[in-house]
């Protein structure tokens, strides 16, 4: 019983001089336990502002969001969090990053280093442990990331946009490894990404988020997160129901982007 | 003679550095366009050349070059300026230095201002007309005197008698001076100057500014001839061109001011008359002359000047060449350097009373530049410890017996501990100028760095902190820390407290504001990130925000040690008994040029070390910066 339920969750935002921003309306969705959820949307929708209310960054001006029957209040081990940079302290080896976490719980050095070890392995970083982060390209610091994140053993992990600022090859070998991670680990992930092509291949389940006010404009249950632990992932890019809905969304998307310019103008 | 070996030793080096600069530019790679930085890179070479620039020009302009390869010229140059100084008043009597004939412009000048007094006089409204024509009447006269005085006729023949005397001793000294056997001195003269040269002490700091006596043959000539033309010039200014003539116009007109001066009270006819009588007296001591009397005088002074030109030889281009911008000049029988020479130290000179100075049985005003002293550990115990840890002890302190003793008990032990009152080994500790200097700033940095970072994370991440911290430090920061000097030396005292004070203040808010750009300049997403993976505020701060502000609190630091040591000498300067700024104010005191450019030497050499200390600290300690 540790499913994300969200309860018409509201976020208004109000600036010092009185105007106000619906960020989010009435949001409600439940997460099984295990699930893959894949946010989409164009820019300024809501969908990091979820994601910050749901890591407890952020406290909604009404509703609330549970995990595992506690109501989210503040951040919290049990919800993991990777950022579109990485935000890797670089005064740190990549060893004391992934560490970090239990560092802060005063584990038990010796069995961390285990784990530590454990977990480089499997973002494919064995051998990296005491490379200063700073020295990383984009596309292992973010392995390091995952893994900091990963060995806190959340319930939930929240991915901002972790893939955004890769190059296009190293970007295919990451989501091999966040599906991966996904089935090996079992975690609820939310994963949110502006590539409509990245939501499709690994979102279990896809929102399309709509802005002004932000909310969940279209919901997809898709099979290609499944396929891809077995096969190619370009495969599945190739696929025909896969080329339909990538069209669909894509369609969708610019509707709203045309609605939104036409209100401006 | 080491500093001839330099000298050439750093033209050859100059020389190589930019024969192999040459070479280098054949070599250089072609893609390395102008404006690509590749082209700055290395360049020891050109450091070389730099440096050995430096050290020429130090050698040149401190006239060190002439000092080693000319060590008499300073003394011939003084006995050549001694003849020059002598000859120096003769000659303003004639067209040799002045455009006219002195008599010619003393007449001109005096007719002129008697012609304006008149004017004066018969233009003001407040003096009677009956004082007016007193007035003019004796400015006429003494128009009329001055005739008396130019006019041949009235010449008396001993005044005539006495320049003849004077032109032939001048000439005979033309004469006799480039002869080898000039000065026939007597024995007498010889053994007196033999005794003088005996305590004469070296050109430079050691001794005298400039050995005055003549030490070489050459400069004994000069020295002889200075003499005899002293005699001479003081012989020809003791004598007046007063001829009965003008002796008889003259005390007609002191009779008419006397007459008039003795029926007078003070008022504005003082004033008037007071001035003509000094007229009236200017030209009574005016070397007035007519007009071809001097004649002869001139051309043997003329033709003395061109002998000893001659005689001056290799001298006069030494002179222009191993002495710039400046020369020796005498005054009277004392010489001194006028020039650079005077306040740029000699090389030589200034390595000499540095290797002096760094002795430490000679220091500085008693006090050793750099060394250590035994200290015993129980004086430092006793200063550590606050003494009040005797006074909560158990007990009573003791009270003394009747036969005028004391018995000891715990508490009076521990007072003796806390006060440093007990027998300890010694261990050395450093003392003397430079490292009072030196832990003043260390004290006064660290005591910033310790209390101000600290502050400036809670400011950086306090609304509350920044707010009520902000107006205090805001409103003493821009301050020239030197303006608070005077105020923080009164309250702290001149002693150390007073100065690492004044330190802890420059660097404290240096370090404030560093470390607050820091903390808020931290990375919301690594904050974030930190949360969720469990840290605690203390984590966060010690674990992410300090971690993440240290690039800008070490330069913060790089800063606050440059400012602290310029603080520092500028408030050494101000007072105190020790520290660098301390002895180049006491050098400034007595001129002692060479410890200044030693104190200025030593300051920046420290300086120096500092930043690269702390730049070599930013390298091994921040990493990542610019790479983030």
């Known amino acids: 019983m540790s499913d994300l339920v969200s309860q018409k969750v509201n976020m208004i935002f109000k600036?010092?001089?009185?105007?106000?921003?619906?960020?989010?309306?009435?949001?409600?969705?439940?997460?099984?336990?295990?699930?893959?959820?894949?946010?989409?949307?164009?820019?300024?929708?809501?969908?990091?502002?979820?994601?910050?209310?749901?890591?407890?960054?952020?406290?909604?001006?009404?509703?609330?969001?549970?995990?595992?029957?506690?109501?989210?209040?503040?951040?919290?081990?049990?919800?993991?969090?990777?950022?579109?940079?990485g935000a890797l302290f670089e005064w740190l080896t990549v060893n004391e990053n992934v560490n970090f976490g239990l560092r802060m719980k005063k584990e038990d050095p010796i069995k961390t280093a285990k784990k530590v070890e454990e977990w480089l392995d499997i973002v494919g970083l064995k051998g990296f442990g005491n490379t200063p982060t700073y020295q990383l390209s984009g596309g292992m610091q973010q392995r390091v990331a995952l893994a900091r994140c990963l060995i806190n053993d959340p319930d939930l992990i929240l991915m901002d946009e972790p893939l955004g600022a890769l190059d296009a090859l190293t970007r295919e070998k990451m989501q091999s490894l966040v599906l991966k991670i996904w089935k090996e680990t079992g975690k609820t992930i939310i994963l949110i990404t502006h590539s409509v092509e990245e939501a499709l291949l690994l979102g279990e389940r896809v929102y399309v988020m709509a802005p002004r006010p932000g909310r969940i404009h279209k919901e997809y249950k898709l099979p290609f997160a499944s396929m891809g632990l077995k096969g190619d992932l370009r495969e599945i890019k190739n696929d025909k129901e896969f080329v339909s809905k990538r069209e669909e969304i894509l369609t969708m998307i610019w509707d709203m982007e045309e609605e939104i310019m036409g209100k401006e103008i | 003679m080491i500093t001839g070996f330099i000298t050439f030793f750093t033209i050859f080096a100059v020389v190589g550095a930019i024969l192999y600069g040459r070479k280098l530019i054949k070599t250089e790679k072609t893609d390395a366009v102008f404006g690509n930085p590749e082209r700055a890179k290395g360049g020891m070479h050109w450091v070389v050349v730099g440096s050995s620039f430096l050290l020429l020009s130090w050698l040149y302009y401190s006239w060190d070059i002439a000092k080693s390869f000319y060590p008499k010229s300073a003394n011939e140059l003084c006995q050549v300026a001694k003849v020059n100084e002598s000859l120096l008043s003769l000659k303003y009597l004639f067209p040799i230095v002045e455009r006219q004939h002195k008599?010619?412009?003393?007449?001109?000048?005096?007719?002129?201002?008697?012609?304006?007094?008149?004017?004066?006089?018969?233009?003001?409204?407040?003096?009677?007309?009956?004082?007016?024509?007193?007035?003019?009447?004796?400015?006429?006269?003494?128009?009329?005197?001055?005739?008396?005085?130019?006019?041949?006729?009235?010449?008396?023949?001993?005044?005539?008698?006495?320049?003849?005397?004077l032109t032939i001793r001048l000439n005979h000294l033309t004469e006799n001076f480039p002869k080898d056997s000039y000065p026939n001195l007597t024995e007498e003269e010889e053994n007196e100057i033999n005794e003088g040269l005996k305590k004469q002490l070296g050109w430079g700091a050691t001794g005298m500014e400039v050995p005055p006596l003549p030490e070489s043959k050459r400069g004994l000539k000069f020295h002889a001839a200075a003499a005899e033309l002293n005699s001479i010039s003081d012989?020809?200014?003791?004598?007046?061109?007063?001829?009965?003539?003008?002796?008889?116009?003259?005390?007609?007109?002191?009779?008419?001011?006397?007459?008039?001066?003795?029926?007078?009270?003070?008022?504005?006819?003082?004033?008037?008359?007071?001035?003509i009588k000094k007229l009236v007296r200017r030209i009574e001591y005016a070397s007035i002359f007519p007009p071809k009397t001097l004649d002869e005088l001139e051309n043997a002074i003329r033709a003395f000047d061109k002998v000893q030109n001659n005689e001056q030889a290799n001298l006069r281009t030494i002179d222009i060449l191993l002495f710039p911008a400046g020369t020796i000049v005498a005054s009277g029988p004392q010489c001194s350097e006028a020039g650079p020479g005077r306040w740029l130290p000699k090389p030589s000179d200034t390595f000499r009373i540095f290797g002096e100075m760094l002795k430490p049985s000679v220091g500085y005003k008693m006090i050793p530049m750099l060394w250590y002293e035994m200290m015993g550990v129980n004086r430092i115990?006793?200063?550590?410890?606050?003494?009040?840890?005797?006074?909560?002890?158990?007990?009573?302190?003791?009270?003394?017996?009747q036969d005028g003793t004391v018995d000891p008990n715990f508490k009076s032990r521990m007072l003796d501990i806390v006060t440093g009152e007990f027998e300890a080994f010694k261990i050395p500790v450093p003392t003397g100028h430079i490292w009072d200097s030196f832990l003043r700033v260390f004290l006064g940095l660290s005591l910033g760095i310790i209390l101000g970072v600290p502050l400036g994370l809670f400011m950086g991440l306090n609304r509350f902190a920044k707010g009520f911290f902000d107006p205090m430090v805001e409103l003493y920061r821009p301050v020239p820390p030197l303006a608070w000097a005077p105020l923080i030396i009164t309250v702290f005292g001149i002693d150390n407290v007073g100065k690492v004070f004044l330190l802890f203040m420059v660097s404290f808010s240096i370090m404030i504001i560093s470390a607050r750009a820091g903390a808020s300049g931290t990375q919301l997403s690594k904050i974030h990130a930190a949360h969720s993976l469990g840290a605690s505020r203390w984590q966060i701060i010690r674990e992410v925000i300090f971690p993440n502000s240290l690039p800008e609190i070490l330069t913060g630091i790089r800063v606050a040690v440059g400012m602290c040591w310029g603080t520092l000498v500028a408030a050494e300067f101000l007072a105190g008994t020790t520290g660098i700024g301390f002895v180049e104010n006491v050098a400034r005191k007595y001129m002692q040029y060479e410890v200044i450019w030693i104190t200025i030497f030593v300051m920046g050499m420290l300086g120096l070390l500092f930043d690269l200390t702390i730049r070599k600290i930013i390298d091994k300690t921040i990493p990542w910066r610019g790479k983030g």
Request: some cysteine; glycine content about 10%; hydrophobic content about 35%.
């Open chain 1, 15 to 85: 600036s010092l001089k009185g105007e106000t921003v619906h960020a989010l309306k009435d949001i409600t969705f439940t997460l099984k336990k295990g699930e893959l959820l894949t946010v989409l949307g164009p820019s300024g929708c809501g969908k990091t502002t979820l994601l910050n209310i749901a890591a407890g960054f952020l406290r909604p001006t009404s509703g609330s969001i549970n995990l595992g029957g506690k109501e989210i209040n503040g951040p919290g081990v049990e919800r993991g969090m990777v950022f579109q940079q």
């Open chain 2, 103 to 165: 008599s010619t412009a003393i007449i001109k000048r005096e007719n002129i201002n008697i012609e304006d007094k008149i004017i004066l006089i018969q233009n003001d409204p407040n003096l009677k007309d009956q004082d007016k024509k007193i007035f003019v009447n004796i400015l006429r006269d003494t128009k009329l005197m001055i005739p008396s005085l130019t006019d041949e006729r009235y010449l008396e023949d001993d005044t005539k008698n006495i320049i003849n005397e």
């Open chain 2, 235 to 275: 012989e020809f200014f003791e004598m007046r061109n007063h001829n009965p003539e003008y002796l008889k116009q003259s005390e007609a007109i002191f009779g008419e001011i006397k007459e008039y001066m003795d029926g007078l009270g003070d008022g504005r006819e003082l004033d008037y008359i007071k001035d």
């Open chain 2, 381 to 401: 115990v006793g200063f550590i410890l606050p003494d009040w840890i005797a006074d909560i002890m158990p007990g009573k302190y003791p009270v003394h017996n």
